[in-house]
């Protein structure tokens, strides 16, 4: 797969805090949304980072040689 998938943090994370449901009070409800927030909002930065990573990693020579590697013990 060629096409990387990039997830805006803030608009993931105000998506997902906006799922928060009425509780007993407005501040049991803020904090939860606010929990939400930032859970969202981190997640969705390192899944950003892995997605690079995996990436920057298949058109590194590393991962080049590992294919060559394969290709050679892997019959067609």
């Not at 007993?24 to 930065?45: E, G």
Request: glycine share 6%; charged share 25%.
């Amino acid at each position: 797969m060629d096409r990387k998938i990039q997830i805006d943090p803030g608009k993931f994370a105000l998506a997902v805090a906006g799922t928060v449901s009425d509780g007993p009070d407005d501040v049991r409800v803020s904090k939860s949304a606010l929990l939400r927030y930032l859970t969202a909002y981190y997640l969705v930065q390192q899944f950003n980072e892995l997605e690079a990573d995996q990436f920057s990693f298949k058109n590194s020579a590393n991962f080049k040689h590992m294919i060559e590697g394969l290709d050679r013990i892997v019959p067609h």
